[in-house]
T-cell receptor, first 114, second 114 residues
Framework: NAGVTQTPKFRVLKTGQSMTLLCAQDMNHEYMYWYRQDPGMGLRLIHYSVGEGTTAKGEVPDGYNVSRLKKQNFLLGLESAAPSQTSVYFCASSLGGGGTDTQYFGPGTRLTVL | DQQVKQNSPSLSVQEGRISILNCDYTNSMFDYFLWYKKYPAEGPTFLIS?????DKNEDGRFTVFLNKSAKHLSLHIVPSQPGDSAVYFCAVTDRYSGTYKYIFGTGTRLKVLA
C-alpha cells in the first residue's frame, strides 16, 4: 500500500504559467482534499471531493480548479500561477467524511512561483 | 480571524520529561479534535483524537485533554523521546456542519533534547 502519493515533489513556475498537481490514493477512500501550508499558518483547505465526479470549494479556492474523474485520483490545477500561490501543497484522503474518519496525507508538493 | 490558535511556535523539552502542547479554539460548535504530527519533508500523520463527549483520551505515551468550557485542548507526551521532535498541529471540526472540513492550528515545533 503506497497510501497517498503526490507528483511532482517540487516545481518552479513563472508567473502566468499553468500546471497540474496529481494526487493518488490506493486505499479506496471516498473523500479527498487539497490543502496548502504557508509559513506561520496552519493547513488551509483549498478544495475537496466527497466522491468520484464531485468537487467542492474549501476555505481558499480562488485561483485553483480541481477534478475527480477517477475515485483514486484528485487533480489540482493552477491556470495562471501567481507568486501568492508559492506554498507547500498537501493532498489527503479519508474513508468517509464528517470529521471522524482520519485524513491521511501525502508527502507534499513544494511549489515556487517566480 | 483565527478560529484555532497554537500560541507557542516552539517548545524544547529534555528527553524523559513531559511535553505539553496547547491549542485554543473559539467556536463552541466544534465537537471533534485531533492532533497531527509532521516531520520535515513529510505529510502530517494522525496522532490522537478526542470527541467533545470526553475530556481525556490516552494512547500510550500520548494523552489529549479537552476543556470545553475554556475551549482548550492539550497534548501531553510522557516520557518525551528524541523521535518526538516534530511539528504538532491541532485540528478541529464540526462533525454535523456537512463541510467535512478540518481547521488547523499554526503548529508548535517540539524539540526533545537528548
Amino acid at each position: 500500500n503506497a497510501g497517498v502519493t503526490q507528483t511532482p515533489k517540487f516545481r518552479v513556475l513563472k508567473t502566468g504559467q499553468s500546471m497540474t498537481l496529481l494526487c493518488a490514493q490506493d486505499m479506496n477512500h471516498e473523500y479527498m482534499y487539497w490543502y496548502r501550508q504557508d509559513p506561520g499558518m496552519g493547513l488551509r483547505l483549498i478544495h475537496y471531493s466527497v466522491g468520484e465526479g464531485t468537487t467542492a470549494k474549501g476555505e481558499v479556492p480562488d485561483g485553483y480548479n480541481v477534478s475527480r474523474l477517477k475515485k483514486q485520483n484528485f487533480l489540482l490545477g493552477l491556470e495562471s500561477a501567481a507568486p501568492s500561490q508559492t506554498s507547500v501543497y498537501f493532498c489527503a484522503s479519508s474513508l468517509g467524511g464528517g470529521g471522524t474518519d482520519t485524513q491521511y496525507f501525502g508527502p507534499g508538493t513544494r511549489l515556487t512561483v517566480l | 480571524d483565527q478560529q484555532v490558535k497554537q500560541n507557542s511556535p516552539s517548545l524544547s523539552v529534555q528527553e524523559g520529561r513531559i511535553s505539553i502542547l496547547n491549542c485554543d479554539y473559539t467556536n463552541s460548535m466544534f465537537d471533534y479534535f485531533l492532533w497531527y504530527k509532521k516531520y520535515p519533508a513529510e505529510g502530517p500523520t494522525f496522532l490522537i483524537s478526542i470527541s467533545s463527549i470526553k475530556d481525556k483520551n490516552e494512547d500510550g505515551r500520548f494523552t489529549v485533554f479537552l476543556n470545553k468550557s475554556a475551549k482548550h485542548l492539550s497534548l501531553h507526551i510522557v516520557p518525551s523521546q528524541p523521535g518526538d521532535s516534530a511539528v504538532y498541529f491541532c485540528a478541529v471540526t464540526d462533525r454535523y456542519s456537512g463541510t467535512y472540513k478540518y481547521i488547523f492550528g499554526t503548529g508548535t515545533r517540539l524539540k526533545v533534547l537528548a
